[in-house]
């Protein structure tokens, strides 16, 4: 399934039609494929969830306010119904990846009683959320579906794909500054919401200029990444301070220590993606979104 525009056709016809490509394609995640792996179903419903949030966000500029409002609320919502399971899955696997990355530092027992009770963890989310949270946000998507095909584009052309391009690039510009000023973990994940808009706004209107686009996608990519995995690893530390696992300092200091690395190299790259200006980024989209 394709997430990009065809900046060759009519832009709310293909707004609308990324649009539905998503809510299928998270649909069937959540109906289909649910008893097969939900572990796996759960995480790609909720990324096109983020991914038709970012598309919004895109077309904003050129939409009714009203209907962004309602549209992005149910998405949000929808979202949240999710991210019990997936939250708790993560950890797990946040947990391995820290053990294989320190094993030895610390015996074996410690990280396996940490494994085990977050595994624990995981299956009383699944069971607590059961198949009636996954139904009513498939029913609510269907919903948003059938709305798609009316929504209000008309003033949606490539000067408004562009505006809503800026201001989210402008947004995530104030995420960097605030987290640079402060890196508290609060700021770091809003930064990483803004990083995600700029990863799928570069793939959205990657047909503009493939070349420079997907190598500004790939970049927001990287740092959406290493964001991530900072705040799994804040997430996790919180969980560990309120345990009574054996090692828990040790624990702790190399979550630390993990989290330092992945900063730096998440600051190194972020100053690169937002060394523009916001009227020079802007400039030099709208540039080649007009002549594609």
């Not at 991914?51 to 009203?66: F, I, N, Q, V």
Request: hydrophobic content about 40%; glycine content about 6%.
């Amino acid at each position: 399934m394709s997430y990009r525009l065809d900046l060759a056709g009519d832009a709310p016809d293909t707004v609308r039609e990324v649009a539905r490509e998503q809510l299928a394609d998270a649909i069937r995640n959540l109906r289909d494929d649910r008893d097969d792996d939900p572990v796996a179903a759960v995480h790609a419903a909720r990324k096109d969830l983020k991914k038709t949030r970012s598309l919004l966000r895109l077309a904003r500029p050129g939409m009714d306010s009203g209907v962004y409002r309602r549209e992005n609320r149910t998405l949000r919502d929808a979202g949240r119904a999710l991210s019990g399971t997936r939250d708790a899955d993560v950890l797990v696997e946040v947990a391995e990846g820290l053990a294989e990355r320190y094993g030895g530092q610390i015996p074996e027992t410690s990280f396996t009683a940490l494994r085990d009770e977050l595994a624990a963890d995981a299956r009383a989310a699944r069971a607590d959320d059961g198949d009636g949270a996954t139904d009513e946000v498939a029913a609510a998507l269907e919903g948003v579906a059938v709305r798609a095909g009316d929504w209000p584009l008309d003033d949606c052309d490539r000067d408004a794909l562009v505006a809503g391009a800026e201001r989210a690039y402008r947004r995530g510009r104030a995420a960097l500054a605030a987290a640079l000023d402060e890196p508290t973990d609060e700021r770091l994940h809003d930064l990483r919401k803004r990083v995600k808009d700029l990863w799928y706004h570069a793939r959205l209107l990657e047909d503009a200029f493939p070349r420079v686009l997907k190598a500004q996608g790939k970049a927001a990519h990287r740092l959406s990444d290493l964001l991530g995995d900072d705040h799994d690893l804040a997430v996790l530390a919180e969980r560990v301070r309120g345990g009574t696992f054996v090692d828990d300092d040790t624990i702790l200091e190399l979550i630390a220590r993990r989290r330092a690395e992945l900063r730096d190299d998440a600051v190194r790259l972020a100053r690169r993606l937002y060394a523009e200006p916001p009227k020079a980024y802007c400039q030099r989209l709208r540039a080649y979104v007009l002549i594609a």
